[in-house]
């Protein structure tokens, strides 16, 4: 059941060294604030799960955090190369990075099959690819009543998943809008979910088909506004693009990025000052 408490609680309460973690948020509502939480509080060794890994994933795996990636694309969007989690993947750097490399639909079948409590996913796909012969979790099934072929995955049920929303209600009821991805799915099928949103409403007003999460699918809500800044969030406020262009130059040399995580994360309390910093220096 949902509790509203602040960004560093939960992750103090949720996110354990070893853990499984899947941040979610398509092009939109990325955790950005959560991301930055968990490296303030060392966390290591975690299997990072995301269908598109792109900058809070290149910090994670620079800073130390992850053994594992499970992953169907990742890359700075409309920018290039994610610099940290290449050169963890050709170098070590900072650790040695597992990576098991899927496709978008095997992904987000595994979302949805974790969700419904399921061991694998069965779908069409696959076929004509060479995946197999780099991922040993994709295997063939049988259909029992036609003959078919099929592909078949794991379930994605991580220990916690980590969102970004626009509101939740007092009572912890969640509301999303907007390009939503797989954020319910990713909810839905781990054991504790944390969401950071723009802020707490008296009642949640959502539209038709409008994504809600109800507070029994959720361990946590903390406001933090922004949070998923340099990405959008639907309703409040832009993507900056800009940033992207930069963090490509960031990235690239270690010096660099270490020099930047110090600044900006490491000597942030929380994600506002995060956010002071940022506008002082011209980012924002």
Partial sequence: MAEIMSLKEAVAAFVKDGATVAMEGFTHLIPHAAAHEVIRQGRRDLTLVRMTPDIIYDQLIGMGCAAKLIFSWGGNPGVGSLHRLRDAVENGWPGKLEIVEHAHAAMAN??????????????????????????????RIECPFTGEVLACVPSIRPDVA??????????????????????????LAAKNAIVTVEEVVEEIDAAMNATILPRWTVSAV???????????????YKRHNAFYKRWDEIARDRDSFREWMDRYVMSAELFDDTWSKLKADGYV
């Fill in 110 to 139: 595994a979302y949805e099959a974790g969700a419904a409590g399921l061991p694998l996913a069965v779908f069409r796909g696959y076929l004509g690819t060479d995946h197999e012969t780099v991922n040993p979790d994709i295997k």
């Fill in 162 to 187: 980590v969102i970004h929303a626009q509101q939740a209600d007092k009572r912890g009821n969640v509301l999303l809008w907007g390009i939503t991805g797989v954020q319910k799915e990713a909810v």
């Fill in 222 to 236: 903390c406001v933090v506004p922004r949070g998923a800044h340099p990405s959008y969030a639907h309703g409040y």
